[in-house]
């Protein structure tokens, strides 16, 4: 049996976080946003968001904070987290 690339796990997560029904709290809401933003867009800059409320400042916060995470260690970081809430 061969083992899966990280590419396709991390799109099995990204599938199983779309379909969870379960109420989260806002701080790994924000893990979750900032690993898959690092996994897919890089690090973040502030073009990405134009406007200023508060809840584009926490989601630009939390995904600045992991920054220093190159891509594959983030979508590693996101699998985790996703499949430790899905257990």
Do not use: C
């Not at 690339?5 to 809401?29: G, I, R």
């Not at 897919?40 to 200023?52: R, V």
Request: charged share 25%; net charge positive.
């Amino acid at each position: 049996m061969q083992e899966k690339n990280l590419d396709t796990l991390f799109q099995e997560a990204y599938e199983k976080a779309s379909n969870m029904t379960q109420a989260l709290p806002q701080d790994v809401m924000l893990k979750i946003y900032a690993y898959y933003k690092q996994a897919t867009l890089g690090d973040a800059k502030k073009s990405y968001y134009q406007s200023y409320d508060l809840r584009s400042a926490f989601k630009m916060n939390a995904w600045m904070q992991i920054r220093h995470l190159s891509a594959d260690e983030a979508k590693q970081h996101y699998i985790d987290l996703i499949n430790s809430l899905i257990k």
